[in-house]
């Protein structure tokens, strides 16, 4: 009897601290990670900001008809991508290390592997070119340098 009802309160501990970590371990977990609806980038690797900050929707991007997250979020092995949905994503910063300029004579694949900006523009205007005719309103929006680096008042 003694015996039993400890375990039925042993039991009811259980569910109260089971109850109480639910949200903390979800928040805390690493094993799937949501993405962020928006995110401005203005990484902090550069010791001053010649551009301005860029607004990326990840939502909506996230969103658009045949974009996957692995045209943008990598982790390569062997050549290969192996990250997938649902894995922890690093800051383009952590592998794509450089500011300034690359020097004139590194090959492009390279300065995109070193230069962060490099990688940033290699990824995200590469994709609007295949993806967005040059004609058309948002073409001609993203065309130029303030489609992503939007004009400051002075
Ligand atoms: C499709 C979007 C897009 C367009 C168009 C674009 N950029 Fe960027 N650019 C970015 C992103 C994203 C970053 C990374 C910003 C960060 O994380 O700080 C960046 C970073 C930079 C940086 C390094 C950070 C800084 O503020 O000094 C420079 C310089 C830059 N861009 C110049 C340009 C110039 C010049 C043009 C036009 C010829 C241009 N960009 C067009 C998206 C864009
Ligand atoms: C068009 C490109 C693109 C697509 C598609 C994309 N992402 Fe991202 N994602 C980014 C960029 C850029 C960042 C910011 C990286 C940085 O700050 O250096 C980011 C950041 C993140 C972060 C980290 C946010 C933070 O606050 O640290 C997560 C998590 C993430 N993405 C998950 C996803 C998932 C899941 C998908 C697919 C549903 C996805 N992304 C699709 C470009 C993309
Ligand atoms: C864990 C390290 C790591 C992170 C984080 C990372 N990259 Fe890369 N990225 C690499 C490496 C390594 C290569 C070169 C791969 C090769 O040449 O085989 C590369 C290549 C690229 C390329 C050229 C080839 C391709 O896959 O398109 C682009 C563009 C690029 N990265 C953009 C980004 C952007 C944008 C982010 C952030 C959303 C990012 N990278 C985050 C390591 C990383
Ligand atoms: C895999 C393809 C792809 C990549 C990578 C990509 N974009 Fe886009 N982007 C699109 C498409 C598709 C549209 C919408 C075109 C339309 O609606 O006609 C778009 C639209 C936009 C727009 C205007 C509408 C909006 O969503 O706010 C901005 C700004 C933009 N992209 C910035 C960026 C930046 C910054 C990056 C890199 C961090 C990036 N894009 C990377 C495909 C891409």
Not at 86 to 114: F, L, N, S, W, Y
């Amino acid at each position: 009897m003694r015996l039993k009802s400890l375990g039925v309160v042993a039991a009811g501990c259980a569910a109260l601290l089971f109850l109480a970590m639910g949200p903390l371990t979800a928040a805390d977990a690493p094993a799937v990670v949501k993405a962020p609806d928006s995110i401005t980038m203005e990484s902090k690797i550069y010791k001053k900001h010649t551009k301005s900050p860029v607004t990326f929707s990840h939502k909506k991007h996230a969103e658009y008809k045949g974009i996957t997250c692995d045209q943008c979020h990598h982790v390569y092995k062997d050549g290969k991508n192996t990250w997938k949905e649902g894995d922890a994503v690093q800051k383009c910063e952590a592998c794509h290390t450089e500011t300034g300029k690359p020097p004139k004579e590194m090959k492009k694949a390279d300065a995109i592997t070193k230069y962060h900006a490099e990688a940033l523009h290699a990824n995200c205007r590469g994709c609007h070119k295949k993806m967005i005719d040059k004609d058309s309103d948002m073409g001609k929006a993203l065309k130029g340098c303030t489609g992503c680096h939007p004009k400051t008042k002075k």
